[in-house]
């Protein structure tokens, strides 16, 4: 199978392009415009795919803009793929809110055209990144796939009207198949350290916490203790970039079944959280410093409690997570971080 996979020079990206490398036989098309994926990890990736060959499959990147639709087509029309893993996308909620027409752009309208150039090049099978965002401030915890979608970002607003394209598409094209992933908070790195998160300017916790370990930060904030949690700062289920990796493969296994539902929708995450002090103390404590950490109002846009219940993705993905420890998440971080 040749799968084309969109932003697969970013971070989660990466890490399942890794994975189709190192577990499948599949040749692999990376599209990437490198807005915030990175060239070097396109060569991590060749790397590993050099120590990887198995008989003629194929591993190219293409560097090309999402938005440039004449080119995607001809993209698609020059190539056979067979699937799409489709990550390209911004990801930062604040940014969102200050700037949401680029998050309507790049991943709302984006996301509508390659599933039209899917329809037309008849390519099948679709998994789509999705994001807990989609449920806002959540009306149950832990939150099922059928819990009601509430987003308070554009963010979350953007992914949930695609999830929308996503499922009209494949109600109306009996040969386009989806999954839709919903990622709850995805932190950590590749076990042997070969890539990472390199999100310049990143705003997520565990990320920020290890660059304010290392220094790279002098200082950072803690948004909000004031809410209705544990110690009430805000909750997150934090999952490790492998493990949700490894359900996009079981995602591809699971598009292949006759008795598949289309689209079908999984929660990725744990099924537990942690707070944000909890985060902060832990990665102090595997770093060894004690870094500075300001108290600052809540950040906009920012649900109390994302905690996922992942007992469909288990059962019917088949999905067995395999890092679920938050000192290894935070580990891997700091590995990662001092490699930037
Ligand atoms: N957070 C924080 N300081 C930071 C970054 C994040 O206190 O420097 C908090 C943030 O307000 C939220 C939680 O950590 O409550 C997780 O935020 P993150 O941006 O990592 O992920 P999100 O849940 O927004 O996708």
């Not at 949690?229 to 493969?249: F, N, P, W």
Request: proline content about 3%; aromatic content about 8%.
């Amino acid at each position: 199978m040749h799968i084309l996979v969109t932003g697969g020079a970013g971070y989660i990206g990466s890490h399942v392009v890794k994975q189709l490398i190192e577990d499948t036989n599949n040749s692999i098309t990376i599209l990437d415009n490198l807005s915030t994926g990175h060239e070097a990890t396109i060569d991590t990736l060749k790397e590993i795919f050099a120590e990887n060959k198995r008989g003629k499959r194929s591993f190219n990147f293409i560097h090309a803009n999402l938005a440039d639709f004449v080119n995607v087509d001809e993209i698609f029309a020059q190539n056979k793929f067979d699937a799409l893993i489709h990550f390209a996308a911004s990801i930062v909620v604040p940014e969102s809110v200050e700037n949401p027409l680029k998050y309507y752009m790049n991943n709302t309208v984006n996301t509508t055209n390659i599933i039209n150039m899917c329809v037309k090049h008849s390519i099948a099978k679709m998994i789509f990144s999705s994001t807990a965002a989609v449920y806002g401030d959540a009306k149950e915890i832990p939150v099922k796939e059928t819990t009601p979608k509430d987003p308070i970002n554009p963010y979350g607003w953007s992914k949930l009207m695609s999830e929308q394209v996503i499922t009209d598409a494949c109600t109306a094209h009996d040969n386009f198949d989806a999954v839709i992933l919903r990622y709850f908070n995805v932190a950590g790195a590749d076990s042997l350290n070969r890539i990472g998160q390199s999100f310049p300017n990143a705003t997520h916790l565990i990320k920020v916490a290890a660059q304010t370990a290392l220094g790279t930060r002098e200082k950072m904030a803690l948004f909000g203790e004031d809410y209705e949690t544990k110690d009430g700062t805000c909750e997150r289920d934090y999952i490790h970039v492998d493990d949700l990796a490894s359900a996009h493969l079981k995602a591809l296994d699971y598009l292949d079944k006759d008795d598949k539902k289309s689209p079908d929708i999984f929660n990725v995450g744990y099924g537990h959280g942690f707070s944000v002090a909890e985060v902060i103390k832990t990665m102090k404590e595997i770093s060894g410093v004690d870094f500075k950490v300001d108290k600052e109002p809540r950040r906009v846009g920012d649900p109390a409690i994302l905690i996922s219940d992942n007992s469909k993705t288990k059962k019917v993905l088949g999905w067995t997570p395999k890092f679920d420890d938050i000192k290894l998440i935070c580990q891997t971080a700091l590995a990662w971080e001092k490699t930037v």
